[in-house]
């Protein structure tokens, strides 16, 4: 078995135009940094890409859209972007907008084999359009189904060489669930280390969901909104 | 006088008891945290991934790792845990988390709720409020009682897209504390210096008043 890849370009190597490709991250929080550069170096196109959010105009995923990579955008929240809404407006790319716990709990049914889950968010709302509401004890509910991705692209803090991973603080946020319901999944990793070195007891993503796993390079790990107090 | 938003945020803090975890949405709820009574534990949920939100880091230690859900850079504190978007949205759909405290343009007298989408301009998204609205047991908006225009936020039926439907229990604008019940909303308090006349001229939708309402006192 050997999931190792040496860096990004190898590790996306097969992604093709028209992939749908769940991304990780929450804001710039734990993106897959080195894949996305990756994906805008390769110039892969027409993706549809779910993700939280579109990165900004100059990082995340909004590198993709600078170079017109990205088709349709699956995000419960878009708004730090001004190419996206350029795009957007000018009816160049299309946007799915989903409460974001639907979309996370999408993918957990993913990663768990549960074709579909039924939530109350959005009952009442045009999210509810064409989608079957459904009633237990008196409360109303929609039926959400589990979403169906070519590639799941992650990021951890620390990764071993069965694909164990392991994340550090909110970085955490989308990445396991996405790494759960990818057909193939890549992790990117700060830490790559021998199987056995991580503890066992606190493992977030057990390494039966990771298909590629490297060791990342040159993090920059932006801050949208620095907020800090004097003393 | 009317409130400005840290008294909205002040008299939101006394609806906060012992031991409830919290979400606070952006805006002037976030302002909530600043005014927790003394002697009053509550517990911040981000709904990033966080139970236990400590204030902004000190400058230089601050944590790309380690944000909010208005990406703003935070701290732990003890007890603080880490969990997925999914956890997170589980334990908020579950009714665990006790009180969420959010901003709205418009609420209906029926607690229909729209905050997310103003047709004809650029839609960011719902984010996590959906789910919020859809779930949560107890709601209370933070908002200004009326919009630039002058115009009632509080309305027999809002005209934007909703985010949810009755959900809304409790409204804090900066005229009045308004709770809302099966037949309305109802008046319970109003700020300082400001008329129930002048309450019932800027609520579009239906007001119960009864009796003496008492002035809010800061």
């Known amino acids: 078995m050997n999931k190792i890849y040496k860096d990004a370009t190898q590790a996306i190597e097969d992604i093709h135009d028209g992939a749908t490709i769940l991304l990780g991250g929450f804001g710039l929080c734990g993106i897959p940094e080195n894949c996305i550069t990756a994906l805008v170096s390769k110039g892969v196109n027409n993706l549809t890409c779910i993700s939280n959010n579109a990165g900004v105009d100059d990082f995340g995923i909004g590198l993709m859209l600078q170079k017109k990579q990205v088709k349709k955008m699956i995000s419960s929240y878009v708004g730090e972007n001004a190419e996206f809404e350029r795009q957007l407006l000018s009816g160049e790319l299309e946007v799915e907008l989903i409460p974001q716990g639907t979309l996370a709990t999408r993918c957990m049914a993913a990663g768990y084999g549960i074709p579909a889950i039924y939530t109350p968010a959005g009952v009442g709302t045009e999210v509810a359009h064409g989608k079957e509401v459904r009633s237990f004890d008196g409360k109303e509910y929609l039926l959400e189904m589990a979403f169906n991705a070519d590639f799941a692209i992650v990021k951890a803090w620390k990764g071993d060489t069965m694909g164990n991973l392991i994340y550090k603080e909110t970085a955490r946020n989308f990445n396991p669930l996405m790494a759960m319901a990818g057909k193939i999944t890549i992790a990117e990793v700060e830490e790559l280390v021998e199987a056995g070195e991580l503890d066992p007891n606190q493992i977030h993503t057990p390494g039966i969901y990771v298909n590629r796993i490297f060791e990342g390079k040159n993090y920059e790990k932006r801050i949208e909104q620095l907020t800090v107090r004097d003393s | ?218």
Request: aromatic fraction near 6%; glycine fraction near 12%; hydrophobic fraction near 45%.
């Open chain 2, 1 to 218: 006088m009317a409130l400005d938003k840290y008294q909205i945020a002040q008299r939101i803090a006394r609806e906060l008891k012992d031991g409830y975890y919290v979400n606070l949405g952006i805006g002037i709820p976030t302002l909530v945290a600043n005014y927790v009574p003394q002697g009053i534990d509550v517990i911040l949920q981000s709904e990033n991934g966080l139970l236990g939100m400590g204030p902004f880091p000190i400058k230089g230690e601050e944590d790309a790792d380690l944000i909010n859900a208005g990406k703003q850079t935070i701290t732990t504190l003890p007890g603080s845990s880490f969990f997925d978007s999914a956890m997170s949205f589980g334990m908020i759909r579950a009714g665990k988390v006790d009180l969420t405290v959010l901003g709205a343009m418009e609420v209906s007298e029926n607690g229909d709720i729209a905050n997310w989408k103003i047709p004809g301009k650029m839609v960011k998204g719902m984010g996590g409020a959906m789910d919020l609205v859809a779930s949560a047991k107890n709601i209370v908006v933070a908002m200004m009682h009326t919009n630039p225009k002058g115009e009632s936020k509080l309305l027999p039926n809002c005209t934007l897209p909703l985010t949810g439907v009755r959900c809304v229990k409790k409204i804090v604008s900066d005229l009045a504390v308004i709770e809302v019940t099966l037949d309305g909303f109802k008046l319970l308090e109003r700020a300082p210096g400001v008329s129930v006349e002048e309450i019932i001229s800027k609520t579009a939708g239906k007001l119960i008043v009864e009796g003496e309402i008492e002035e809010m006192k800061f």
